[in-house]
């Protein structure tokens, strides 16, 4: 009997040895099935690397949006229209001769001696002209008719008034020695803004 006992005990002893040594083997197996060294017939996992986003940390400001780039773009072009509009007006009165500014000084004297509208406003009549001529300048033509038998000259002064009737300009025009039934067209410009819009009129016209 004792001899028995030992026989099973001992057998049990070495299936669970065994065990032990079939457990550490598959283990070892596993190991080796995941190893990524550079032994021969190593089995390697492949390897993917994610992409590592842009370290922004160093960056400074921020560029420029679409917006952004078709505003200064607009800002640019509104500037150089300004520049352009205002070159225009300049050349516009540039024209007007050194005979013409003459004559317009000469009226201002003249009219600084009349009392009320003048004697002479029924020859006189006023037509707009294009601002696309005027390089946008509101200018109109003061058109004066001699509707006497005899030579004259004649002294206008011209109101630009607002829409509430306020006069904010006043420009002065005139013709030396008109003969009879001849006619002079000088040209009666305003430097204001084109808003609001600004009405001519004739205030004073003398025949002298």
């Known amino acids: 009997m004792p001899v028995h006992a030992t026989t099973r ?3 049990r002893r070495l299936a669970a040895a065994a065990l032990v040594l079939v457990t550490a083997a598959a283990c070892v197996t596993t190991l080796a099935s995941c190893d990524t060294g550079d032994g021969d017939g190593a089995t390697r996992t492949p390897f993917s690397p994610r992409p590592t986003p842009p370290d922004t940390s160093s960056f400074s400001g921020t560029p420029p949006s679409a917006l952004a780039s078709a505003d200064a773009s607009a800002r640019a072009s509104a500037s150089a229209a300004a520049s352009s509009a205002s070159a ?37 009549s006023l037509t707009g002209k294009p601002r696309a001529q005027t390089g946008g300048l509101l200018a109109v033509v003061v058109t004066i008719t001699n509707r006497t038998d005899q030579e004259a000259s004649y ?4 109101d630009f008034t607002d829409p509430s009737g306020k ?30 819009v600004l009405t001519p009129r004739v205030a004073k016209a003398q025949r002298y």
């Open 9 to 11: 005990t001992g057998g």
């Open 88 to 124: 225009a007006a300049s050349s516009f009165e540039a024209s007007v001769s050194a005979e013409t500014a003459r004559a317009n000084q000469a009226a201002a004297a003249q009219l600084k001696k009349v009392s009320g509208g003048g004697n002479a406003k029924a020859d006189v």
């Open 155 to 158: 002294a206008i002064q011209v």
């Open 167 to 196: 006069v904010v300009e006043s420009r002065f025009v005139g013709a030396e020695d008109l003969a009879p039934g001849a006619k002079a067209q000088p040209l009666a410009i305003s430097r204001k803004p084109a808003d609001p």
